[in-house]
T-cell receptor, first 111, second 113 residues
Framework: QKEVEQNSGPLSVPEGAIASLNCTYS??????FFWYRQYSGKSPELIMF????GDKEDGRFTAQLNKASQYVSLLIRDSQPSDSATYLC???????????FGEGTQLTVNP | DTGVSQDPRHKITKRGQNVTFRCDPI?????LYWYRQTLGQGPEFLTY????????KSRLLSDRFSAERPKGSFSTLEIQRTEQGDSAMYLC???????????FGSGTRLTVV
Protein backbone atom coordinates (compact mmCIF):
# COMPACT_ATOMS: atom_id res chain seq x y z
CA GLN A 1 0.00 0.00 0.00
CA LYS A 2 1.31 3.41 -0.95
CA GLU A 3 1.89 5.78 1.94
CA VAL A 4 -0.10 8.58 0.31
CA GLU A 5 -2.90 7.97 -2.15
CA GLN A 6 -4.71 10.65 -4.07
CA ASN A 7 -7.98 10.39 -5.93
CA SER A 8 -7.39 9.29 -9.45
CA GLY A 9 -7.57 11.93 -12.09
CA PRO A 10 -7.77 13.73 -14.22
CA LEU A 11 -10.51 15.81 -12.63
CA SER A 12 -12.45 18.25 -14.76
CA VAL A 13 -14.81 20.90 -13.41
CA PRO A 14 -16.55 23.91 -14.98
CA GLU A 15 -15.45 27.40 -14.10
CA GLY A 16 -17.10 28.60 -10.91
CA ALA A 17 -17.67 25.10 -9.52
CA ILE A 18 -16.15 23.56 -6.40
CA ALA A 19 -13.22 21.23 -7.04
CA SER A 20 -12.68 18.52 -4.43
CA LEU A 21 -9.31 16.82 -4.15
CA ASN A 22 -8.84 13.93 -1.77
CA CYS A 23 -5.92 12.16 -0.15
CA THR A 24 -5.61 9.21 2.22
CA TYR A 25 -2.50 8.18 4.09
CA SER A 26 -1.32 5.06 5.87
CA UNK A 27 1.18 6.35 8.44
CA UNK A 28 -0.59 7.28 11.67
CA UNK A 29 2.60 9.01 12.78
CA UNK A 30 2.07 11.72 10.23
CA UNK A 31 1.28 15.00 11.89
CA UNK A 32 1.33 17.65 9.19
CA PHE A 33 -0.25 17.68 5.78
CA PHE A 34 0.38 19.85 2.79
CA TRP A 35 -1.16 20.73 -0.52
CA TYR A 36 1.13 21.86 -3.30
CA ARG A 37 0.12 23.07 -6.74
CA GLN A 38 2.31 22.26 -9.71
CA TYR A 39 1.81 23.81 -13.11
CA SER A 40 3.05 21.85 -16.09
CA GLY A 41 6.83 22.14 -16.39
CA LYS A 42 7.13 24.09 -13.14
CA SER A 43 8.11 23.18 -9.60
CA PRO A 44 5.59 22.63 -6.80
CA GLU A 45 4.39 25.63 -4.81
CA LEU A 46 2.84 25.43 -1.36
CA ILE A 47 -0.85 26.29 -1.17
CA MET A 48 -1.79 25.24 2.35
CA PHE A 49 -0.76 23.11 5.29
CA UNK A 50 -2.86 21.71 8.10
CA UNK A 51 -1.99 19.79 11.26
CA UNK A 52 -5.14 19.98 13.39
CA UNK A 53 -8.32 18.06 12.79
CA GLY A 54 -11.01 20.12 11.13
CA ASP A 55 -11.06 22.76 8.44
CA LYS A 56 -8.60 25.49 7.56
CA GLU A 57 -9.61 28.17 5.11
CA ASP A 58 -7.47 30.52 3.06
CA GLY A 59 -9.33 32.53 0.46
CA ARG A 60 -10.93 30.15 -2.04
CA PHE A 61 -9.08 27.16 -0.58
CA THR A 62 -10.19 24.98 2.32
CA ALA A 63 -8.13 22.10 3.67
CA GLN A 64 -9.87 19.45 5.73
CA LEU A 65 -8.14 16.93 7.98
CA ASN A 66 -9.58 13.86 9.70
CA LYS A 67 -6.81 11.99 11.47
CA ALA A 68 -9.11 9.22 12.69
CA SER A 69 -10.03 8.40 9.10
CA GLN A 70 -6.50 9.23 7.84
CA TYR A 71 -8.00 11.54 5.26
CA VAL A 72 -7.15 15.01 4.05
CA SER A 73 -8.86 17.01 1.35
CA LEU A 74 -8.63 20.29 -0.48
CA LEU A 75 -11.66 22.20 -1.69
CA ILE A 76 -11.30 24.95 -4.26
CA ARG A 77 -14.33 27.20 -4.43
CA ASP A 78 -15.22 29.30 -7.46
CA SER A 79 -12.69 27.39 -9.56
CA GLN A 80 -10.88 29.41 -12.19
CA PRO A 81 -9.07 28.25 -15.35
CA SER A 82 -5.85 29.43 -13.67
CA ASP A 83 -6.40 26.71 -11.05
CA SER A 84 -5.75 24.09 -13.74
CA ALA A 85 -2.68 22.24 -12.48
CA THR A 86 -1.58 19.08 -10.71
CA TYR A 87 -2.25 19.11 -6.98
CA LEU A 88 0.12 17.18 -4.75
CA CYS A 89 -0.75 15.94 -1.30
CA UNK A 90 2.21 15.63 1.06
CA UNK A 91 2.63 14.54 4.67
CA UNK A 92 5.31 14.90 7.28
CA UNK A 93 5.94 13.86 10.87
CA UNK A 94 6.89 17.21 12.32
CA UNK A 95 7.69 20.71 11.21
CA UNK A 96 10.74 20.72 8.98
CA UNK A 97 10.70 16.96 8.42
CA UNK A 98 10.85 15.35 5.02
CA UNK A 99 7.58 15.09 3.16
CA UNK A 100 6.11 12.09 1.42
CA PHE A 101 4.02 12.99 -1.59
CA GLY A 102 1.23 11.30 -3.48
CA GLU A 103 1.23 10.99 -7.24
CA GLY A 104 -0.86 14.08 -7.69
CA THR A 105 -4.28 14.78 -9.15
CA GLN A 106 -4.51 16.72 -12.39
CA LEU A 107 -7.28 19.32 -12.29
CA THR A 108 -8.69 21.06 -15.35
CA VAL A 109 -11.11 23.95 -14.95
CA ASN A 110 -13.07 24.52 -18.14
CA PRO A 111 -14.13 28.09 -19.04
CA ASP B 1 15.36 36.83 -0.88
CA THR B 2 15.78 35.40 -4.35
CA GLY B 3 14.22 32.03 -3.61
CA VAL B 4 15.83 28.65 -4.08
CA SER B 5 18.22 28.56 -7.04
CA GLN B 6 19.26 25.46 -8.92
CA ASP B 7 21.92 25.10 -11.55
CA PRO B 8 21.92 23.98 -14.30
CA ARG B 9 18.29 24.09 -15.42
CA HIS B 10 18.84 21.33 -17.95
CA LYS B 11 21.53 18.71 -18.33
CA ILE B 12 21.92 16.15 -21.08
CA THR B 13 24.58 13.56 -20.48
CA LYS B 14 25.69 10.27 -21.91
CA ARG B 15 25.14 7.10 -19.97
CA GLY B 16 28.07 6.36 -17.72
CA GLN B 17 29.09 9.98 -17.20
CA ASN B 18 29.09 11.74 -13.85
CA VAL B 19 26.94 14.81 -13.25
CA THR B 20 26.76 17.35 -10.45
CA PHE B 21 23.94 19.72 -9.62
CA ARG B 22 24.02 22.73 -7.36
CA CYS B 23 21.35 24.19 -5.10
CA ASP B 24 21.44 27.54 -3.31
CA PRO B 25 18.71 27.69 -0.65
CA ILE B 26 16.99 30.73 0.77
CA UNK B 27 19.72 32.30 2.87
CA UNK B 28 18.21 31.97 6.34
CA UNK B 29 16.92 28.42 5.81
CA UNK B 30 18.83 25.78 7.74
CA UNK B 31 17.19 22.74 6.12
CA LEU B 32 17.80 21.68 2.55
CA TYR B 33 16.10 18.81 0.76
CA TRP B 34 16.65 16.95 -2.48
CA TYR B 35 13.82 15.26 -4.34
CA ARG B 36 13.49 13.53 -7.70
CA GLN B 37 10.38 13.67 -9.82
CA THR B 38 9.50 11.70 -12.93
CA LEU B 39 6.62 12.40 -15.28
CA GLY B 40 3.24 11.71 -13.74
CA GLN B 41 4.66 11.04 -10.29
CA GLY B 42 4.96 13.07 -7.14
CA PRO B 43 8.36 14.17 -5.85
CA GLU B 44 10.35 11.33 -4.33
CA PHE B 45 12.52 12.09 -1.30
CA LEU B 46 16.27 11.59 -1.72
CA THR B 47 17.99 13.23 1.23
CA TYR B 48 18.02 16.24 3.51
CA UNK B 49 20.41 18.36 5.55
CA UNK B 50 20.20 20.51 8.58
CA UNK B 51 23.03 22.99 8.25
CA UNK B 52 25.94 20.83 7.08
CA UNK B 53 24.72 17.57 8.63
CA UNK B 54 22.99 15.03 6.38
CA UNK B 55 20.12 13.89 8.59
CA UNK B 56 18.41 11.34 6.40
CA LYS B 57 19.02 9.53 3.15
CA SER B 58 16.41 7.53 1.29
CA ARG B 59 17.00 3.80 1.22
CA LEU B 60 16.12 4.01 -2.46
CA LEU B 61 19.20 6.13 -3.06
CA SER B 62 21.93 3.98 -4.53
CA ASP B 63 25.58 4.50 -3.72
CA ARG B 64 25.98 6.22 -7.09
CA PHE B 65 24.27 9.23 -5.53
CA SER B 66 26.00 11.52 -3.07
CA ALA B 67 25.07 14.88 -1.66
CA GLU B 68 27.00 17.44 0.32
CA ARG B 69 26.37 20.71 2.03
CA PRO B 70 29.88 21.57 3.16
CA LYS B 71 29.35 24.92 4.88
CA GLY B 72 25.67 24.68 5.60
CA SER B 73 24.85 26.95 2.69
CA PHE B 74 24.69 25.61 -0.89
CA SER B 75 24.46 21.90 -1.63
CA THR B 76 25.60 19.65 -4.44
CA LEU B 77 24.10 16.39 -5.65
CA GLU B 78 26.37 14.13 -7.67
CA ILE B 79 25.31 11.13 -9.68
CA GLN B 80 28.10 8.83 -10.78
CA ARG B 81 27.93 6.48 -13.76
CA THR B 82 24.55 7.79 -14.85
CA GLU B 83 21.93 5.38 -16.15
CA GLN B 84 18.90 6.06 -18.32
CA GLY B 85 16.68 5.46 -15.31
CA ASP B 86 18.25 8.52 -13.67
CA SER B 87 16.49 10.77 -16.17
CA ALA B 88 14.18 12.95 -14.09
CA MET B 89 13.65 16.39 -12.62
CA TYR B 90 15.84 16.90 -9.56
CA LEU B 91 14.24 19.33 -7.15
CA CYS B 92 15.87 21.14 -4.28
CA UNK B 93 13.86 22.75 -1.49
CA UNK B 94 14.68 24.62 1.69
CA UNK B 95 12.97 25.56 4.92
CA UNK B 96 13.53 26.47 8.52
CA UNK B 97 13.42 23.46 10.83
CA UNK B 98 10.62 25.12 12.74
CA UNK B 99 8.42 25.91 9.77
CA UNK B 100 5.82 23.92 7.90
CA UNK B 101 6.30 23.20 4.24
CA UNK B 102 9.18 24.11 2.04
CA UNK B 103 10.03 26.27 -0.93
CA PHE B 104 11.11 24.40 -4.02
CA GLY B 105 13.59 25.58 -6.58
CA SER B 106 12.91 25.43 -10.31
CA GLY B 107 14.65 22.10 -10.61
CA THR B 108 17.33 20.56 -12.81
CA ARG B 109 16.04 18.38 -15.61
CA LEU B 110 18.45 15.53 -16.32
CA THR B 111 18.29 13.54 -19.52
CA VAL B 112 20.58 10.53 -19.85
CA VAL B 113 21.06 9.38 -23.44
Amino acid sequence: QKEVEQNSGPLSVPEGAIASLNCTYSDRGSQSFFWYRQYSGKSPELIMFIYSNGDKEDGRFTAQLNKASQYVSLLIRDSQPSDSATYLCGMGETSGSRLTFGEGTQLTVNP
Amino acid sequence: DTGVSQDPRHKITKRGQNVTFRCDPISEHNRLYWYRQTLGQGPEFLTYFQNEAQLEKSRLLSDRFSAERPKGSFSTLEIQRTEQGDSAMYLCASSLASSYGYTFGSGTRLTVV
